[in-house]
């Protein structure tokens, strides 16, 4: 192989190499090897007595007491997952989400290493104005990098 030949050949090499990197990372981004109706609206449980395995897995599971007062903090833990979903570089919780009725309230975003799970804690106090019917239904979404938008609400006495 003379010298030229070999920078050609090093070149294309090099290029093609690139190329498939990039390939690779827009895949883990955008995937393209899966369901693709899974992104195409939010997801929900359909049946709650009889939970399909992608749904135990998504959809997200919202801790509140049943009850609460106007102006008095109180949690609201949101976990993702029956069992915890992993949190691995090529399969992760890229957010969750609360909302009070339409009115968004929080996102935690979570970066795929692994340092956090998807299980998170909101502190949430409600004004008087949040819940004139004495009753507010908080909404929680999460975003699976494979698996779509998810989405699960509780409603709440307020007193
Ligand atoms: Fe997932």
């Not at 049943?66 to 570089?89: C, N, Q, R, Y």
């Not at 909302?99 to 290493?113: F, L, S, T, Y």
Request: net charge positive; charged share 20%.
């Amino acid at each position: 192989m003379n010298r030229r030949t070999f920078l050609k050949t090093a070149a294309i090499g090099t290029i093609a190499t690139g190329f498939g990197a990039t390939l690779v990372s827009a895949d883990q981004y955008f995937p393209t090897k899966v369901d693709q109706s899974l992104y195409s609206n939010i997801n929900r449980v359909k049946d709650k007595a009889n939970k399909t395995p992608l749904e135990k897995s998504h959809a997200p599971i919202i801790s509140v007491p049943a009850s609460v007062k106007v102006g008095e903090p109180f949690t609201v833990e949101v976990v993702i997952g029956e069992k915890l979903h992993g949190m691995s570089p090529s399969h992760w919780i890229e957010n969750i989400e609360l909302a009070i009725g339409n009115e968004p309230a929080g996102r935690i975003d979570m970066q795929p290493k692994g340092y956090l799970q998807p299980k998170v804690i909101f502190t949430v106090v409600l004004p008087k104005e949040a819940a004139p019917s004495g009753k507010v239904t908080l909404v929680a979404y999460q975003r699976c990098n494979l698996h779509g938008y998810w989405e699960s609400s509780v409603d709440v006495s307020v007193s």
